[in-house]
């Protein structure tokens, strides 16, 4: 069996020059609805992002990485978009997500020893 856990945490990002307050409010609630879209993608069994996943815990070469890196971007981003990201913000979100779900199911594949 295969599992992906991503926890949210409340962050709070000193940016400069200052940000709008409200413009800060707007994006923390954009990753925050981001998060929810990926997490509800992992949950769908047999879901294509999880088969993109379980495939991570092979022996791949970096280029086959890049390849699945590649198609879990598509997936997360294309999910993003129907879930009414912002298309401007969509592409940083997606790395960011893409980032998380590739480190921690490395993580768990690391620490069950498989």
């Known amino acids: 069996m295969f599992y992906v856990m991503i926890e949210f945490l409340p962050v709070h990002l000193e940016l400069s020059p200052p940000v709008d307050p409200q413009m800060e409010d707007k994006t923390s ?3 925050v609805q981001a998060g929810m879209i990926v997490d509800r993608m992992e949950s769908i069994p ?3 992002i999880n088969a993109l996943l379980k495939r991570l815990r092979k022996d791949l070469s970096d280029l086959e990485r890049d390849a699945l890196r590649e198609r879990l971007q598509e997936e997360i981003s294309t999910a993003l978009e129907a879930g009414g990201i ?3 913000m969509i592409r940083t979100i997606t790395k960011v997500f ?3 779900c590739m480190r921690s199911t490395q993580i768990v594949y690391d620490e069950s020893g498989e």
């Open 46 to 48: 047999n879901s294509t």
């Open 86 to 88: 912002p298309p401007s």
């Open 98 to 100: 893409v980032n998380i």
């Open 29 to 31: 609630e954009l990753f």
